[in-house]
């Protein structure tokens, strides 16, 4: 396992060298306008500055506050009424034909009407995530209820459960894979939402790409994009140790039948 490990490291690192590598030759031959791409040293020497300037760590706190209030809003609603449809077969018929309709429509499409609302940045920028991460969340939950085994109720019913029991203890613990998948989805969705939503506000990182770009200063706005992979990158890697660590109980058992 650790053999693994160390050449999932060293292929990451190798990965990273040759893009840069292409980076950088593309830059010095001017493959693209030389407005559209700086050179990996340029961002670099933007990047050091803007980390060191302070600037960063606000924006990114701004950032994954709006990302906190829309997210924990989209997984509440979404949770909910997944669960609600999932167990439920008349209220599926009813909510899911309005889901069906809304499901495809962008969250960038929702953007006019958040910047027409007398919001803040604050409420906008947590309304256009909630809508990015709450379809990942509602779909993935109704399909875990809907697909509890039917026997693991019958069995839990013979042994005398109640209803309570049945959603405690059977429903939620089958359907909790579908759930934090859902989740994890959201998660990342949610955060692409979180730079498109602050590009019409005046706080977050991209407030500060969109300004970058007024100022022409390709190497910021790479600098920022880089900034934008990283944090998103480790919260998803954050997700996987906490999914790992509840679904814990479920590996376990996997083995156990296996053995």
Sequence with gaps: MERKNIWDTLCAIVSIIIVTALWEIASIKKLFMILALASPIDVAISLVFHLTSGYVLKDVFNSLL???????????????????????????????????????????????????MPWGDLEASAFIIFIGAFFPIVTNTYFGFREVEKKYEEVALSLGA??????????????????????KIGLGVGWMCVIAAEMFGRIG??????????????????????????????MQGVFSILERKILKWRIGLVVGVKS
């Design 66 to 116: 709006h990302l906190a209030c829309g997210f924990a809003m989209a997984s509440i609603l979404g949770i909910g009424i997944g669960a609600f449809t999932g167990m439920y077969e008349n209220a599926r018929r009813l909510i899911n034909p309005i889901m069906e309709v809304l499901r495809p429509i962008p969250p960038i499409a929702w953007i006019p009407i958040a910047i027409l």
């Design 205 to 234: 990182l991209g407030y500060r790409i969109i300004m970058f770009g007024y100022l022409y200063d390709v190497p910021s706005i790479i600098a920022y994009m880089l900034i934008i992979g990283v944090v998103g990158y480790s």
């Design 162 to 183: 109640s209803k309570k029991d049945l959603i405690l203890k059977v429903r939620i613990p089958s359907a909790s894979p579908a759930i934090l998948t859902g989740l």
